[in-house]
């Protein structure tokens, strides 16, 4: 850890991890949602959706905070990046919950479940590697999870768009309409795994520096 001569505002710490929780909620919420009944999944779309609003005010506390601290506990730069990158997780389930509701869909493909599950621990890992943040303790192991899993969301996303756009020999072709609605919210979702990989490197960057 550096050292400082100059106390910094450590009040970023507990926001950061508020919004990693609410992530993790919403995670679990997600998968929920997409083994649900298509009736059930509105009420459980809408929890989602007041998790996001949650994680919206901790984003603007923390922005707040930023923009009215003299004495930051890392770069500025870093602090609004992971920020804003724990808020696009959640924007990006949140959407993916939403059009899963919206587009009335059906039967979700099997991958779509994949998925959700590769975001539910990313979630998990995040939620739980927050907290160590503010002592820069056992985060390597986080952020080589969080990228390991956001190869194998890659290879789900690349699967996925082979059985939707080409579908095996024997399978029968989906209406086109179907394709481009199960494709958005594919591709809504493989944002989300991105935008977790980008808070893990967030975070590797924030260690490195402090280190």
Request: hydrophobic content about 45%; glycine content about 4%; aromatic content about 6%.
């Amino acid at each position: 850890m550096a050292f400082r001569l100059t106390p910094h505002e450590r009040g970023f710490y507990p926001l950061f991890t508020r919004a990693a929780e609410n992530i993790a909620s919403a995670a679990d919420d997600l998968a929920k949602l997409v083994a649900a009944e298509p009736s059930g999944r509105a009420e459980i779309a809408q929890r989602v959706k007041e998790t996001e609003n949650a994680g919206d005010s901790v984003t603007h506390e923390i922005m707040v905070k930023l923009n009215s601290t003299f004495v930051t506990p890392f770069d500025r730069e870093d602090i609004y990046r992971l920020a804003s990158s724990l808020d696009d997780v959640l924007d990006y389930m949140e959407e993916a919950a939403d059009r899963i509701v919206l587009y009335r869909l059906g039967v979700l493909p099997g991958g779509i479940s994949e998925q959700v599950e590769v975001l539910r621990r990313a979630a998990a890992a995040t939620s739980e590697a927050m907290p160590r943040l503010e002592k820069m303790a056992e985060l390597q192991e986080y952020w080589i999870h969080v990228n390991s899993l956001e190869d194998e969301a890659d290879a789900v996303y690349r699967r996925l768009l082979g059985d939707l756009l080409a579908p095996p020999d024997g399978d029968p072709p989906a209406d086109v309409l179907t394709v481009l609605k199960v494709k958005e919210i594919v591709e809504t979702l493989e944002e989300a795994a991105d935008a977790f990989e980008t808070v893990a490197n967030t975070v590797e960057s924030i260690a490195v520096k402090e280190a």
